[in-house]
């Protein structure tokens, strides 16, 4: 299972950015919670969203009403939307999905290598 997660770069404060994050895998298999968190330097990892296959969503209260997740179930493809950027919105984030393969036949969370947002004030 691989993660692939683009969308990253420098924009300045009030902007947006769009992320998105492409799970892909030679196993059969099936995609529970899809997610993204950041961290930012010297700082712990934090969650940022989470999205159900239902849809269900869930977000820090640091980005409720400026960032939407959703996914694409049939292109197993989770997005994160960042309007109204502030400085403090600077980390590496990083997506990532619960995953049921059929070669380990369990449930294991994967991450995406992470991808660097910079906003500048």
């Known amino acids: 299972v691989q993660l692939q997660a683009c969308g990253g770069g420098l924009v300045q404060a009030g902007g947006f950015l769009r992320l998105s994050c492409a799970a892909t895998?030679?196993?059969?298999?099936?995609?529970?919670?899809m997610g993204w968190y950041r961290q930012a330097p010297g700082e712990q990892r934090e969650l940022v969203a989470l999205?159900?296959?239902?849809?269900?969503?869930t977000y820090a209260d640091s980005v409720k009403g400026r960032f939407t997740v959703s996914r694409d179930n049939d292109k197993n493809t989770v997005y994160l939307q960042m309007n109204n950027l502030n400085p403090e919105d600077t980390a590496v984030y990083h997506c990532?999905?619960?995953?049921?393969?059929?070669?380990?036949?369990?449930?294991?969370?994967?991450w995406g290598q992470g991808t660097l947002v910079t906003v500048s004030s």
């Open positions: 990532n999905a619960h995953i049921w393969t059929i070669d380990d036949y369990q449930w294991k969370t994967y």
């Open positions: 895998s030679k196993s059969m298999w099936s995609i529970n919670d």
């Open positions: 999205i159900t296959k239902g849809a269900t969503t």
